[in-house]
């Protein structure tokens, strides 16, 4: 998982489009250590309170711009997959927004928070004690 991580760390994105996203889905799988540590990490580099806020009610609001609404958006339908695959419109919204390596390496960026949000829901992880940027630090030692 740590591997998986430092490979997302690097893969270009941007790291504040790479927290939006984990937020979201970890709000969507419901993993409080997790909607904890990456509210604190947006936070820690500089993101608002209001788009942190709004985050779930992305749809409704103007804060988020129309890169963020893809991957956001594609963000919610490989972490829930309904009826079995992501929405023919919601792949060429995203398609539109980020190149073919793109749409990869952001989608490897959901299975690795859907993966840690599983991990941390079932080991009862809980939430309060993070700080930002502390499993960085860690992942930084384990895969050198």
Known sequence: M????????????????????????????????????HSKDLRAAGESEQRIYELDAWRETPFYSDREQAALAWTEAVTILGDGHVPDDVYEQARSQFSEKELIDLTLAIVAINGWNRLN????????????????????????
Do not use: H, W
């Not at 991580?5 to 709000?27: F, H, I, T, W």
């Open 2 to 37: 740590f591997g998986l991580e430092k490979y997302v760390d690097e893969c270009g994105l941007e790291p504040a489009l790479l927290n939006l996203m984990r937020l979201r889905a970890s709000q969507l799988n419901g993993c409080a250590f997790c909607i904890d540590m």
């Open 121 to 144: 829901i079932a080991f009862r992880t809980e939430p309060g004690s993070y700080k930002p940027g502390m499993v960085r630090k860690i992942q930084a030692e384990l895969v050198a």
